[in-house]
């Protein structure tokens, strides 16, 4: 079992950043590979980024590739997503969610492939 935990969220004005945390808690956390997933109201959960289990491999959705980075402190059992440029449609509750055994850099965005997840951090961006 696992535990994801996150924090960070608030509310910011546009072009404000923001780093959310995702702490994990259980199993060895460094065979698990994480991912960040955003949920704004009434839509389904999207891929935001995700980290390969050795941190030498990230992905991006594309709204969101050269504004947001992911990255993890192995020593403190956690994962980072420093939100840079935020703008009012990023504005959804957050998820990190933890998966063993990726077989391909495309399921990194599914969300059906992660074993565990987090109870979410609210962002939210004004104009």
């Known amino acids: 079992q696992v535990q994801l935990v996150e924090s960070g969220g608030g509310l910011v004005q546009a072009g404000d950043s923001l780093r959310l945390s995702c702490d994990a808690s259980?199993?060895?956390?460094?065979?698990?590979?994480m991912g960040w997933f955003s949920q704004a109201p009434g839509k389904e959960r999207e891929f935001v980024a995700a980290i390969s289990w050795s941190g030498r491999n990230t992905y991006y959705a594309g709204s969101v590739k050269g504004r947001f980075t992911i990255s993890q402190d192995r020593a403190k059992n956690t994962v980072y997503l420093q939100m840079n440029s935020l703008k009012p449609e990023d504005t959804a509750v957050y998820y990190c969610?933890?998966?063993?055994?990726?077989?391909?850099?495309?399921?990194?965005?599914?969300?059906?492939?992660?074993?565990?997840w987090g109870q979410g951090t609210q962002v939210t961006v004004s104009s």
């Open positions: 259980g199993r060895t956390f460094g065979t698990y590979s």
């Open positions: 969610a933890a998966v063993v055994g990726i077989d391909s850099p495309e399921d990194y965005g599914s969300p059906d492939e992660y074993d565990y």
